[in-house]
């Protein structure tokens, strides 16, 4: 069975730092593409970054290029988004997906990002 169970939201302060975990079963992250998407309150879902499976490429929306950065470790068959300099506008409830772009196969409840001073 898939499964994918996000952690390692919270609340932070504008520019502050967090640590975003999926931990995947049932398939091999690395046999996959993979995203990180989020939605904020009244929004759409916004694909936020991917890695290929194919080569480890990774890709960045304008919004978080610089600050962000996606990594897997396989042999805890985990997916991480590293987030700095976080900005009010990150605000949003995270999930990891599999595949690449927006349309990417969310399977987790995600995990509430809040930036607020």
């Known amino acids: 069975q898939v499964q994918l169970v996000e952690s390692g939201g919270g609340l932070v302060q504008p520019g502050g730092s967090l640590r975003l975990s999926c931990a995947a079963s049932?398939?091999?992250?690395?046999?996959?593409?993979m995203s990180w998407l989020r939605q904020a309150p009244g929004k759409g879902v916004e694909w936020v970054s991917g890695?290929?499976?194919?080569?480890?490429?990774?890709g960045y929306a304008s919004s978080v290029k610089g600050r962000f950065t996606i990594s897997r470790d396989n042999t805890k068959n985990t997916l991480y988004l590293q987030m700095n300099s976080l900005k009010p506008e990150d605000t949003a409830v995270y999930y990891c997906?599999?595949?690449?772009?927006?349309?990417?196969?969310?399977g987790g409840q995600g995990t509430q990002v809040t930036v607020s001073s």
């Open positions: 049932g398939f091999i992250v690395s046999m996959r593409d």
């Open positions: 890695i290929s499976s194919t080569n480890g490429n990774t």
């Open positions: 997906a599999k595949g690449w772009g927006p349309s990417a196969s969310r």
